[in-house]
């Protein structure tokens, strides 16, 4: 299972060892190394190897995934013609012979039960259970973190984003400031101990090891995300700015209309956090209430915070805001759904075009 769960990730198992060729090659047979559909596999042999220079084993490297009879150096050199052709490889290896390899590798896999001293001292990570199901897994919670980074990345910077747009947007037209820095500071801290908390315990996104391999290559942030920071920045911060002009030009007083338009940039973040969870697929799935209990407890906390600086009498001197009516709310909740919308209509787009 653990095999197949490589293969469909667009991680390629292959199997080197000193057995006979036709010992290896059923085995590779039975744990789905070479599939069912390859009639005659080829299997190189450690005297194949030997007679082979560095350009004629690329050419068959990419191809052949069972190599038997092998030496040391013959290890060395499949991870070196594997890299020279592009590839990211992890080696295996328990024995002393293996450790050549396991240093050339770019990720050393050593055996932690019965490997030797020499293996796992030349490895990069020792297997506890000496299990390759744990390598698997091991890659399905790498690429889960990595995820997971990206979409702390891709929620911060459009919610700071939309701070620094209110303050510029205000000071290059001249009105009132609808946030106050010392409000400015109040939303980066409470934003900051909850909702990007959150993403950190985000789980595996459906489908994340039926994706092809990063390129190691390519930004943290491409087009898709750079473009998301910008709409979300300038929906969260625009719709707060129009807001806070609305109940001025209404005759709302500055401390009414300054809580309202702080209120409007809080509820926008949360609701840009519900569909921030789920990068490529829609958040509208029974996941977003199940898979990560903690988001929707810093939620509640950063909302009983928000509350607590909204109606607090000592909250209110601190920061300038004061008590507004319940109805206010619908404001800022129908903001946050209009952000939430625009994501998943984004990420809609992207997967059918994709």
């Known amino acids: 299972a653990a095999v197949a769960e490589c293969r469909t990730a667009g991680i390629r198992p292959v199997m080197i060892t000193g057995d006979h060729p036709l010992t290896a090659l ?12 390859v009639e005659n596999p080829r299997v ?24 038997a009879r092998v030496s040391p150096e ?8 594997l890299k020279d052709k592009g590839h990211i490889v992890a080696m295996t290896g328990d024995g002393v012979n293996d ?15 019965k490997g030797t001293e020499a293996a796992k001292e030349a ?18 919670m790498g690429r889960t973190i990595y995820d997971n980074l990206r979409k702390a990345i891709v929620f911060m910077l459009p919610t700071n984003g939309a701070q620094g747009l209110v303050i510029f947007v205000a000071m290059l037209v001249g009105m009132n400031l609808p946030i106050t820095p010392l409000q400015v500071l109040w939303v980066n801290l409470i934003t900051a101990v909850t909702l990007s908390l959150a993403l950190s315990f985000e789980p595996a996104e459906p489908g994340i090891m039926r994706r092809r391999p990063r390129d190691p290559e390519t930004s943290l942030l491409d087009s898709e995300a750079i473009l998301r920071i910008l709409y979300v920045s300038v929906l969260i911060g625009g719709a707060t700015i129009a807001v806070f002009q609305y109940l001025q ?11 309202i338009a702080v209120n ?4 926008g973040q949360v609701f840009y956090l519900f569909s921030a969870r789920f990068s490529r697929v829609s958040a509208l799935r029974t996941e977003l209430f199940t898979t990560n209990p903690v988001s929707w407890l810093c939620v509640a906390l950063m909302l009983a915070l928000q509350l607590a600086f909204t109606y607090l009498p000592f909250m209110q001197s601190a920061f300038q805001t004061t008590s507004v009516g319940l109805l206010t709310w ?25």
């Open 264 to 267: 409007t940039l809080v509820v």
């Open 74 to 81: 013959h290890k060395v050199k499949i991870v070196e013609a």
């Open 330 to 354: 619908a404001v800022p909740l129908l903001v946050g759904v209009i952000v939430f919308a625009a994501v998943e209509v984004d990420k809609l787009i992207r997967r059918r075009v994709g």
């Open 123 to 140: 490895a990069d990570m020792v297997l506890a259970d000496d299990n390759f199901a744990t390598i698997a897994a091991a890659m399905k």
């Open 26 to 37: 059923n085995i590779a047979r039975q744990l789905g190394i070479v599939g069912a559909e």
């Open 249 to 259: 030009m209404n005759d709302a007083s500055l401390e009414v209309s300054r809580t």
């Open 44 to 67: 190189v042999s450690g005297t194949e190897l030997a007679a082979m220079s560095v350009d004629e084993l690329e050419e068959i490297v990419e191809d052949v995934a069972v190599y």
């Open 99 to 113: 450790a050549p390899a396991l240093k050339r590798a770019d990720i050393g896999v050593a055996m932690g039960l």
